[in-house]
């Protein structure tokens, strides 16, 4: 017999200035988050680096918050990291995932899971 029931596929973005970024743009933030780098990031995620530094440079000027902090290489190496505007927003938009997650669950089970 064939399983007939549905799951549950959504997306979520954020939107400001014209700027529209979702589960992977912060991705990529987190990412950088853990690895000091945007070279690094970039890898992990299967991007270019000038495609993740456009995202940085574009989701900035859109939404007008600082988000990365770069160091130029050399003896002590070059690398990346979060501004706290970031943090703050990484952070955020993973609770609101949680809880949108676990609401949406909800009213889907209540529609489809009888």
Request: hydrophobic share 40%.
């Amino acid at each position: 017999m064939e399983d007939t029931k549905f799951s549950l596929g959504y997306k979520f973005w954020l939107e400001k200035g014209g700027g529209i970024l979702g589960d992977g743009f912060f991705q990529l933030l987190e990412h950088i988050k853990q690895t000091g780098s945007i070279a690094g990031a970039a890898a992990v995620m299967g991007m270019s680096y000038r495609t993740a530094w456009g995202k940085i440079k574009t989701a900035e000027q859109k939404w007008g918050i600082p988000l990365v902090v770069t160091r130029v290489g050399g003896e002590t190496g070059g690398g990346a990291k979060l501004t706290p505007e970031a943090v703050h927003l990484l952070e955020t938009f993973h609770s609101f995932r949680l809880e949108a997650d676990r609401e949406m669950n909800k009213i889907f089970q209540r529609f489809f899971e009888v």
